[in-house]
């Protein structure tokens, strides 16, 4: 015993007396930098919205090193700009309530202060929701008027088309306001905890892009709404490290297999009265969009059935709920929800963007469905109708007609004819319009080295640039992107960024950023914020730092989508490692047996996955907020790929991290938020119980917070843990 106890002191010394890796006074300063100033994107505008008439340009703006935003106006035809409403006009400093945390996780909204406002229809108000209530600023002088002042917070408000009122959602209630008076009227209330009306379930905010649960006829009488009931949806308790007790909260969520939230769709007179409840039909499972005709006698719905291999838009008339199926997209995989259909005002037709062909493209019909035209297509995707035209005939939209890794701005004929490029600047260009603004919009234009610019375009012309106050960012150092094409013939787009100088006979480790999941592409002409920052700030501490971009990134069509078909944990993994064997093969001074991988979220679940089952590449990982075993997380997003988990059981298991643990060899760190309640902390803690059943090298470190670990302490923290990792393993 006393030999086993000498051995094991001489190893802890021998541990202890290693030197550990140090930060130097600058890398320190820099590192906390480029995370208090958001990647130095903190003072740039956001969400700007042209007012209808063009004459004004809203936006969001704070400090460059300040979470508080505060709303500016932009006046087109002076350029000057001014912050229109302050922090100060509303009261201060705000709180938030655990509903407005919840809308914050929901959104990934990191910022503070005034973080969402609305511009009425015809511009003469706007609203602003502010520390739980609700505020109405008047265009013409920005005299700011408090609407509500309530113990419990106003969510998810709206104005009606005239401006006249505003609908919100208070508890589990359906409220509306009137401007001018303040007076309210509860047009439908729940004694319910489980039962809420005119509020978007988890499900749409998390993974449907629905954020609203309610929307106002065009003349402003009537109000379609759901009614949400989670009684049959399990519920997840979340801790509360501030509660002594740590008793925490729960709320429902609906695990793969699990019952979803029962959602009704009705309309009700904004004057009162019952509710009309709409029969969506008995395969309806999820209610996607709500859209209202504009004559204000139809509501046109888009529902999806619980396998997601159809989009069915339905046609409902008011005044008698009679529906009639007007079109049903279809796929033999699933089809991805957008936000471009569109009614025409001046004639019976309206527009649709469908993948059927591989690609999205976007195709004009009559409202009983036929098909019109096509007018767009070819071996490119449309990624967002920006604007519809009718005056003019013209549809403007974002596409990546002119390569994946970039993408501009277009505009087709209604009547069908040649696409045409409206931005030529190389790089990413994302458009703001008014929907009832023709002439005046913005652009946001970045590139990989250069931080978004807001322009504010007249049909065509710059007429100037909304200011920035952002802090300008550091040299970021060589980065180079790559096309490549792999011994299996995939085509992948890399970035890399390179440490400034390389000495001669040097072979540097290769640390990878990993996504990999459907949808979310990582190479792109484009500034990418705070972690596109850390990448150049890892390179110049003498790593080379790589995104690689395989099958499965949404602008490479719906059909390269189709890896994750029934499996995931696979294919796109097997990309990264393809895309580590190219680069070592192109570039001798990468050395092949230091390679490590990170990522969050997906991120985290393809980092466990390459750390187990391409060992012989990946040596050393750091795992951030991983799903560890599909099963555990939510039904929308995760039966969308794998089907039930009672129908492809071998599916789950194959994709599950838990399957392939015995094949880890190299060294793990894995991280997660404690009230995580988009991936829960159970999933770590999951793969905890298999790697040390297996005996596996691995190191935990829990944070307090949610999913985004945001705080300052917490980032710098966790961009510590991540240099240090790979700067000890590789």
């Known amino acids: 015993m006393k030999c086993v106890i000498a051995w094991l002191m001489c190893a802890a010394g021998a ?37 209808p008439d063009g004459a004004y340009i ?38 938030m309530s655990p509903e407005e945390q919840a809308r914050r996780e929901r959104e990934r909204q990191t910022e503070r202060g005034i973080t969402r406002f609305e511009v009425a229809r015809d511009g003469s108000v706007l609203l602003i929701p ?73 499900i749409a905010q998390e993974e449907m892009d629905r954020r609203t649960g309610h929307w106002w006829s065009p003349d402003g009488t009537q109000l379609a709404l759901t009614e949400v009931n ?3 949806v399990p519920r997840f308790r979340l801790p509360d490290f501030d509660d002594q007790t740590s008793e925490g909260s729960t709320s429902p969520y609906p695990k793969a297999g699990d019952p979803n939230a029962i959602v009704r769709l009705g309309i009700v007179a904004t004057s009162g009265g019952p509710i009309r409840w709409l029969d969506l039909g008995t395969e309806t499972e999820y209610l996607a969009r709500v859209t209202w005709s504009p004559d204000g006698r139809a509501l046109w719905v888009q529902t999806q059935p619980r396998s997601q291999k159809q989009v069915v838009l339905q046609r409902f008339e008011v005044a008698t709920g009679a529906a009639r199926t007007v079109h049903v997209d279809s796929d033999h995989d699933w089809v991805n929800l957008n936000d471009d259909f569109h009614l025409f005002e001046r004639s019976d037709r309206f527009l649709w963007t469908t993948e059927h062909g591989g690609h999205a493209h976007i195709t004009l019909h009559a409202t009983d469905g036929r098909l019109v035209r096509v007018l767009t297509a070819g071996p490119w995707d449309v990624t967002r109708v920006a604007h519809v035209d009718e005056k003019r005939g013209q549809v403007t939209f974002t596409g990546t007609k002119d390569g994946v890794v970039e993408q501009h701005l277009y505009r087709v004929p209604i009547a069908g004819g040649t696409v045409e490029r409206l931005t030529f600047e190389p790089g990413w260009h994302e458009p703001a319009f008014h929907p009832q603004g023709d002439d005046v919009w913005v652009v946001n234009h970045s590139d990989l080295r250069t931080p978004p610019r807001f322009d504010v375009v007249r049909r065509g012309t710059r007429l100037g640039t909304l200011p920035s106050a952002a802090a300008p960012p550091p040299d970021l150092g060589r980065l180079e992107m790559l096309h490549l094409t792999t011994d299996f013939k995939v085509s992948l787009d890399v970035r890399i960024a390179w440490p400034a100088k390389i000495p001669t006979g040097t072979r540097l480790p290769l640390v990878v950023y990993v996504y990999g999941g459907p949808g979310a592409q990582q190479v792109r002409n484009a500034w990418l914020g705070e972690r596109g920052v850390f990448d150049a700030w890892l390179a110049a501490r003498g790593f080379a730092v790589a995104r690689i971009d395989g099958r499965g990134v949404r602008p490479r069509g719906h059909a390269s989508e189709r890896i994750f078909a029934r499996l995931m944990g696979r294919q796109e993994v097997s990309d990264q490692k393809a895309g580590v064997l190219a680069l070592q093969a192109r570039f001798p001074q990468l050395d092949p047996e230091r390679t490590g991988i990170w990522g969050w979220s997906y991120g985290g679940y393809a ?59 190299g060294y793990l760190a894995l991280v997660h938020g404690a009230t995580d309640d988009n991936v829960h902390f159970r999933e770590s803690m999951l793969l905890v119980r298999a790697l040390v059943e297996h005996g596996k090298r691995f190191d935990v470190m829990v944070y307090p917070g949610t999913h985004m670990i945001e705080s300052l302490p917490e980032r710098s923290h966790l961009y510590r843990l991540v240099w240090r990792t790979f700067a000890e393993r590789l």
């Not at 480029?34 to 042209?50: A, H």
């Not at 088309?161 to 007076?183: E, F, P, W």
């Open 15 to 51: 541990i202890g007396a290693a030197a550990e890796p140090q930060l130097d006074a600058a890398a320190n300063a820099d590192l906390e930098r480029l995370i208090v100033t958001r990647g130095y994107t903190r003072g740039l505008p956001r969400d700007p919205m042209p007012s």
């Open 58 to 95: 809203y936006f969001l703006q704070s400090g460059p090193e300040d979470q508080r935003q505060e709303l500016h106006r932009f006046e087109v035809a002076t350029g000057v700009s001014r912050a229109w409403v302050t922090l100060a006009a509303l009261g201060g400093d705000a709180t």
């Open 130 to 202: 502010y520390s739980g209530d609700l505020f109405i600023v008047q265009s013409a002088d920005g005299k700011v008027r408090r609407l509500t002042q309530t113990p419990a917070p106003e969510l998810d408000a709206h104005l009606s088309r005239d401006a006249r009122r505003v609908a919100c959602v208070r508890g589990n209630d359906l409220i509306v306001l009137d401007v001018a008076t303040g007076a309210e009227t509860i047009l439908v209330h729940s004694d319910n905890a489980e039962i809420s009306y005119g509020s978007a379930e988890f």
């Open 230 to 232: 989670t009684t049959k």
């Open 607 to 665: 980092t466990l996955m390459a750390l187990c089952r391409m060992p012989e590449t990946f040596k050393a990982g750091v795992s951030v907020a991983p799903v560890v075993d599909w099963r555990g997380y939510d039904t929308h997003y995760t039966e969308r790929y794998l089907d039930l988990p009672s129908a492809n059981p071998e599916g789950y298991a194959e994709s599950s991290v838990l399957t392939h643990v015995p094949g880890m060899r």
